[in-house]
């Protein structure tokens, strides 16, 4: 099983739709968690961390549900810009502090 | 402007030609990474660094050097590339926080070919 998984998509979806996503992890003790956002054969970029408690950044909401140890990314009035591949990031201290990277879920907006 | 720099943008060589991809930050950052990204296996790391003359293996070390004599480089070395090392390679640098992460700068990219 991989460490991180997640749906690889694509997700196409309308402008204006709403569209989650989730990802797995394996570890128990993985302490932190993020979301990137890459383009096509660009450099990922930090979306969101995540948080215990849950976190919204605008139309974007990130969760974690650490008994059923997965994450999740809610993007909500999508926008074609947010066309991407959305990364997911689990970070645990015992793994030789080393960032684990999910394989991406690639979404596509539509006009 | 605080960002990573990465040259070259990219890059077609022919096996066992020695090359080096530079890589410098400027925002002090203690941690710096090499990643490499292909289709299928995501983002794979290659070596990492948590300071100066400090620098470890990654998932993938093997046909790759790196050096880190000061705070700013981290340049990756192929000492004999090889056709199965073409592929999109990233540097990355970050602040260590009490988190343990703080958030990574990507440099652009280099896209490599390896004839």
């Known amino acids: 099983r991989k460490e991180v998984e997640q749906d690889p998509g694509p997700f196409n979806v309308p402008e204006g739709a709403t569209v989650a996503f989730n990802c797995t992890y394996s570890?128990?003790?993985?302490?932190?968690f993020f979301w990137y956002r890459q383009d096509c054969r660009k450099e990922p970029k930090l979306l969101m961390s995540?948080?215990?408690?849950?976190n919204e950044d605008g139309r974007f909401t990130a969760q974690l549900n650490r008994a059923s140890q997965y994450i999740s990314l809610l993007i909500r009035d999508s926008k074609l810009s947010d066309s991407a591949t959305y990364l997911c990031?689990?970070?645990?201290?015992?793994?030789?502090?080393?960032?684990?990277w999910g394989l991406g879920t690639s979404l596509a907006v539509n006009p | 402007e605080a960002q990573v720099t990465q040259n070259p943008r990219y890059l077609i060589t022919v096996t066992g030609k020695k090359l080096t991809v530079t890589c410098s930050q400027n925002?002090?950052?203690?941690?710096m990474s090499w990643y490499r990204q292909d289709p299928g296996l995501g983002l794979r790391q290659i070596y990492y660094?948590?300071?100066?003359?400090?620098?470890d293996k990654g998932d993938v070390p093997e046909g790759y050097k790196v050096s880190r004599k000061e705070k700013r480089n981290f340049p990756l070395i192929l000492e004999s590339p090889s056709p199965n090392q073409t592929s999109l390679y990233f540097c990355?640098?970050?602040?260590?926080?009490?988190?343990?992460?703080?958030?990574?700068?990507f440099g652009s990219g280099t896209q490599l070919s390896v004839l």
């Open positions: 990355a640098s970050s602040l260590r926080g009490q988190a343990g992460w703080e958030k990574l700068f």
């Open positions: 925002m002090n950052h203690e941690y």
């Open positions: 660094s948590m300071n100066v003359e400090v620098t």
């Open positions: 570890n128990s003790a993985s302490q932190s």
């Open positions: 995540v948080y215990s408690s849950g």
């Open positions: 990031v689990v970070y645990n201290a015992g793994n030789n502090r080393k960032l684990i």
